[in-house]
């Protein structure tokens, strides 16, 4: 009965490899989220898509895509792995404007 | 450029005493403030926000207090109890963005 989930949770892979993180939300938000902590904890935006639209793209850089196949679903690919890329990724939905937002367990990513 | 901080990394809180997190912004464009809470390997989970237009909200032991002048707003958790150890952030976003700007987290530890 998980709300949101992401797979895998953990990922360990090398520089300059291609990886997805996949999320899935339950819960009837039209609105979900991908979010970077990175090493000094602070959790910043991606991406956000609405109804799988595309809202906010921060500055990101462009091996970063993200890809909305429908309104439960918000799958994040990386190309050309870097080292910097090592954090843990946060999917997140929420219904409309609310800013309630619920999270996902995370995917620890590591590049080697 | 941080919008949101959280200057406390760290409170140690005996149980059953008060706990009190502080949270300043600087973007004056905020006008909705959240509160979430985080255990080990877990996502955030939302706890209680407020809205620019209030200066108090409560509920249950959490009571959130705003002060728009200082741009200043605090989490009040009493009684604490164990299960109140966590990392808990602060959050912020404007009427306009789905945006949410996170503080870097305060980790509170209740000692019995």
């Known amino acids: 009965d998980t709300a949101v989930s992401q797979t895998p949770k953990y990922l360990v892979t090398q520089m300059g490899n291609d990886k997805s993180i996949k999320c899935e939300q339950n819960l009837g938000h039209d609105t979900m989220y991908w979010y970077k902590q990175d090493s000094k904890k602070f959790l910043k935006i991606m991406f956000s898509y609405n109804n799988k639209e595309l809202i906010i793209n921060e500055t990101v850089p462009n091996r970063f895509s993200p890809k909305s196949p429908d309104k439960a679903h918000l799958n994040l690919h990386i190309n050309s792995l870097e080292l910097g890329d090592s954090a843990v990724y946060f999917c997140?939905?929420?219904?409309?404007?609310?800013?309630?937002?619920?999270f996902g367990p995370g995917t620890r990513l590591t590049v080697t | 450029d941080q919008q949101v901080k959280q200057n406390s990394p760290s409170l140690s809180v005996q149980e059953g005493r008060i706990s009190i997190l502080n949270c300043d912004y600087t973007?004056?464009?905020?006008?909705?403030f959240l509160w979430y809470k985080k255990y080990p390997a877990e996502g955030p989970t939302f706890l209680i926000s407020i809205s620019s237009i209030k200066d108090k909200n409560e509920d249950g032991r959490f009571t959130v207090f705003l002060n728009k002048s200082a741009k200043h707003l605090s989490l009040h958790i009493v009684p604490s109890q164990p299960g109140d150890s966590a990392v808990y952030f602060c959050a912020a976003s404007d009427y306009n963005d789905y945006k949410l700007s996170f503080g870097a987290g305060t980790t509170v530890t209740v000692r019995a």
């Open positions: 997140a939905s929420s219904q409309g404007d609310r800013y309630e937002q619920y």
């Open positions: 973007n004056s464009m905020f006008d909705y």
